[in-house]
């Protein structure tokens, strides 16, 4: 294909574009989605400029990249690094590649292509009916253009709610509760879990955000016994009805047994009025999926606008991994009088589908930006002053629901993990250098010579030669522990339902001791060439026999929901053998039942239609979930997937001991300079609308 020159069409017709299509699909450049969608604005609109459609497709694949909309202009100006083309696992194909989006918009400016999207049939500006938007440089499906809209119209009202301070009886009301469940203020500092409280009490939505072991689930749980206390305190007959939700099963019942923990500590009265509020928070977590109402084979939920969900408030956790349309569905189904707080790590990756909700709505929060009357109010509330550089005349409204939790109680000065996590989150190579030249008791570096290395089976079998991270004598062990938990606990044929429950509760407990993490999915270093070369460590050792797809200790991770067997995607089990009615052996996959009971949901493997081997997973796979011990396998070169973000997640879900294997020294001080930058309007959206005071 010639390029074009400058003002000239790159692609001749639309014929052209097809062949140009096509063989981007063949490579795996593209979806066959995309090139679909260009297929069917092809059949309703022939006239259609091919460049205007050539933008089209790649819109709809920078949204299967997790971006809500095509970035014009970054796309003129580097189309593929911004497109990611070609990408990383790139299909093998005879003969040449075909050109890259480069050569195909080579010697176009912003210019052209907004000429070449002046076509009323299929670009609007605004509502309408057009399959596309443009909006200044972003180029939207209309969907999600649609979505963005509605996100930002629902938080800006919420916020219009919420705008207006409390007035001096607010301020009576709230600073003695404050002080009961937080102790006196310290006026040498400001306790910013106290400051979210108050923040969250007084509008209908709020954002706490901070990184691991910051306090945000303790911070949460005395929120709601605060308002339950005021609520209860002012004379309702019946308190509050709170929901709390997460984005998958493994998220929701870590936040389940957190929640329990935090209960207990509660400073609350010991007397009938102590025990109201405390009885009024609730102790069970859902994901959001069985929360809405999933209905099988759509993208609907039985709870929206219509029919909205039966509460006061709800307090979603983790709530990076929530994408755009969900985010769209959550806000739709909520009563306009209910309060909705959303926690989570702003650092964290974004989630799998398109849009970062919570980055974006986050992403002054390190700031403060409160206004000098915000400040004022918490002063009052609180006890505690704002620090100055947190505050900003000019600050917006939301802004001022918008809390940062700073102190880790999880990762001291002396933790490993937590001086690497924070120097790969701050961007900054030489910080992360430095933490390995005394990486303390609790991180360990092996480099790899290949595939083959012995370090592999040394590190995934038995955890490799961390020293004990609390000089207690403790291993962080690899996936033998839970293979030698699973022969020793086997309760034999004849147990009963309790002690095979029992039993699997430790095989499962066992099994979340230990993760390896992958960038990539495919490669000797991605997900599926390290699950087989695992499963043939273990083998190896004896610890497993895996014959055929499933056997005992097979570890699966469900990749689709399914309504039917109540399993969401990311719900992760173990195929334990067990004995049947009749005493005989049979093969059945053990999971959590993801509602915070301790319940364990049996299943045949039959049955399971969407679950993968999960010795190895994607670091976007295990997001909502911690080990102890975590080790992440990082590629042998640099690609667009290895970024700051991914990696502080990878770190983070760590607890206790994490393990760098790398096949190329420096790989990840390279990946520590690199950013996930998503394309969304969902910012300039949301400030619009408060400008305009929507």
């Not at 305190?233 to 099963?249: F, H, S, Y």
């Not at 809390?403 to 900054?428: E, K, P, Q, T, Y």
């Not at 044929?493 to 390896?516: S, Y």
Request: glycine residues 12%; hydrophobic residues 45%.
């Amino acid at each position: 294909m010639k390029a074009a020159g400058a003002g000239e069409a790159p692609l001749a017709g639309q014929e052209v574009l097809q062949g140009l299509l096509q063989g981007w699909v063949d490579r795996g450049w593209l979806r066959p989605l995309d090139r679909a969608l260009v297929v069917f604005l092809q059949e309703q609109l022939p006239a259609a400029s091919p460049t205007a459609l050539l933008l089209a497709a790649l819109a709809s694949h920078q949204v299967g990249r997790g971006h809500v909309c095509l970035d014009l202009e970054a796309t003129r100006s580097d189309p593929d690094r911004t497109l990611s083309l070609p990408p990383e696992g790139e299909m093998p194909a005879d003969g040449p590649p075909p050109p890259r989006p480069s050569q195909c918009l080579a010697g176009l400016g912003m210019a052209d292509l907004v000429s070449a999207l002046e076509d009323p049939d299929l670009v609007g500006t605004g509502p309408g009916c057009t399959p596309l938007v443009l909006q200044g440089r972003r180029l939207y499906l209309r969907r999600y253009w649609a979505c963005e809209q509605r996100v930002a119209g629902a938080l800006a009202q919420r916020l219009g709610r919420g705008t207006a301070l409390r007035g001096s009886m607010d301020e009576e009301r709230l600073r003695p509760w404050l002080d009961r469940l937080f102790g006196p203020p310290d006026a040498q500092g400001i306790d910013w879990q106290r400051a979210a409280c108050a923040l969250a009490a007084s509008g209908a939505f709020a954002v706490i955000t901070g990184g691991p072991g910051t306090g945000k689930t303790t911070t949460v749980v005395r929120l709601l016994a605060l308002l339950q206390a005021l609520h209860l305190e002012a004379g309702a007959e019946v308190p509050l009805r709170i929901r709390m939700a997460a984005p998958t099963g493994k998220a929701a019942a870590r936040l389940n047994a957190a929640v329990a923990g935090a209960l207990g500590g509660l400073a609350l009265p010991q007397d009938a009025f102590g025990h109201a509020v405390r009885e009024a928070i609730p102790a069970r977590v859902t994901t959001l999926h069985r929360l809405l109402g999933s209905r099988p084979g759509s993208r609907h939920f039985r709870h929206d606008a219509r029919r909205p969900l039966a509460l006061d408030a709800l307090v979603v956790d983790e709530a990076s991994m929530i994408d755009l349309e969900l985010m769209d569905a959550l806000l739709q189904a909520l009563p306009p009088e209910a309060r909705l707080i959303l926690l989570g790590d702003r650092d964290q990756l974004a989630s799998v589908e398109a849009g970062a909700v919570l980055g974006e709505l986050c992403a002054r929060a390190g700031e403060g930006h409160y206004t000098p009357e915000r400040a004022a109010w918490l002063q009052a509330v609180t006890g505690q002053r704002t620090p100055p550089e947190q505050q900003d005349p000019s600050g917006n409204a939301l802004d001022q629901h918008v809390v940062m939790l700073r102190h880790s109680h999880r990762f001291g000065a002396d933790s490993g993990i937590g001086r690497l996590a924070r120097a790969v989150n701050a961007g900054d190579a030489q910080a992360v250098a430095a933490v390995w030249a005394q990486p303390g008791r609790d991180l360990a570096r092996w480099g790899l010579e290949g595939p083959d290395d012995p370090a592999l089976p040394a590190v995934c079998v038995d955890g490799g030669t961390h020293r004990s991270a609390g000089g207690d004598g403790a291993h962080p062990g690899g996936y033998g522990r839970y293979l030698r938990v699973m022969a020793a606990a086997d309760p034999g044929p004849g147990a009963d339902a309790t002690a095979r429950d029992a039993w699997a509760r430790e095989v499962l407990a066992a099994l979340e001791d230990f993760q390896v993490l992958c960038v990539l999915r495919r490669g000797p270093w991605g997900v599926e060439g390290m699950n087989h070369r695992i499963a043939g460590f273990l083998q190896e050792r004896g610890l497993l026999d895996p014959q055929g797809i499933w056997y005992p200790g097979r570890p699966v991770i469900v990749t689709g929901n399914d309504y039917g067997l109540g399993l969401m995607n990311g719900d992760m089990g173990v195929a334990l053998r067990v004995a049947d009615a009749t005493r005989n052996p049979v093969l059945r996959v053990a999971f959590p039942a993801g509602d915070g009971s301790g319940r364990i949901r049996w299943v045949l493997p039959s049955r399971l239609t969407a679950v993968e081997t999960a010795f190895a997973l994607t670091v976007h796979k295990s997001q909502g979930s911690e080990f102890r011990h975590t080790a992440l396998v990082l590629p042998d070169r640099a690609g667009p997937l290895l970024t700051r973000e991914l990696v502080y997640t990878a770190i983070t879900r760590a607890s206790r001991w994490f393990t760098l294997l790398e096949p190329r020294r420096g790989i990840l001080e390279e990946a520590v300079t690199r950013r996930v930058l998503r394309s969304s309007g969902l910012q300039a959206a949301l400030e619009g609308r408060l400008g305009r005071g929507e």
